[in-house]
Structure formats: C-alpha cells, structure tokens
C-alpha cells in the first residue's frame, strides 16, 4: 500500500490549502480514511475522519468549522480542504486508513502557516 499525501505549502493566517491523498496497492474505499499531523518531536496526531462511503465525517475539537474532508472513491483519493488556517496548523500532514491498520505513512505534506 503507498499513501501519497500532496498539496501542503506555505500560507498566510487565514488563507487556505487543499490537501489531497492518492491510494494505490488497495482499494481506499473499503476503508475509513483519516488524516493526521505531526510536528517535529511530538506525536502524531488524529485531525479529521470519513467514513468509507463519505456520508461520516468527525474532527478533532481545534479544527471544527475549519477544515472539511472528503473522499472521491471512483478515484481512490481523500481529500482536507483547509480554511481559516492558524500558525499552530503548521505540521506535517499525512492520510492513512482511521483506525490505522499498519500502513507505512508515507512522507506527508508539510503545511506551514505564516502569522
């Protein structure tokens, strides 16, 4: 299974950034999908949820109203709309199935907010 995470960058407080997942070597559909942030020397994170046919969607507290996932299963893709973006979003984002089922996380997409 690979996970490519891309459309992190550099963005001003209160813009926005649309992130998206690929999944290849399984079919993501079957699958709850999540996506998660690290930053350096802290625990990864659970930032956002959706349920296999995307009628589910859960967030953790700090991004409610904020961010917005959602998931193409025709083409194997999740995606994390971003909006009102704060400098404490600055992370490496990553997609993985939610619970995670051992799938190597990939290299992420680094998301950084400027103040």
């Known amino acids: 299974v690979q996970l490519q995470a891309s459309g992190g960058g550099l963005v001003q407080a209160g813009g926005s950034l649309r992130l998206s997942c690929a999944a290849s070597?399984?079919?993501?559909?079957?699958?709850?999908a999540g996506w998660f942030r690290q930053a350096p020397g802290k625990e990864r994170e659970f930032v956002a949820g959706?349920?296999?046919?995307?009628?589910?969607?859960y967030y953790t507290d700090s991004v409610k109203g904020r961010f917005a996932i959602s998931r193409d299963n025709a083409k194997n893709t999740v995606h994390l709309q971003m909006n009102s973006l704060k400098p404490e979003d600055t992370d490496v984002y990553y997609c993985?199935?939610?619970?995670?089922?051992?799938?190597?996380w990939g290299q992420g997409t680094l998301v950084t907010v400027s103040s």
């Open positions: 993985n199935a939610y619970p995670p089922v051992g799938w190597y």
């Open positions: 959706i349920g296999w046919s995307g009628g589910f969607t």
């Open positions: 070597g399984v079919t993501f559909s079957t699958y709850t």
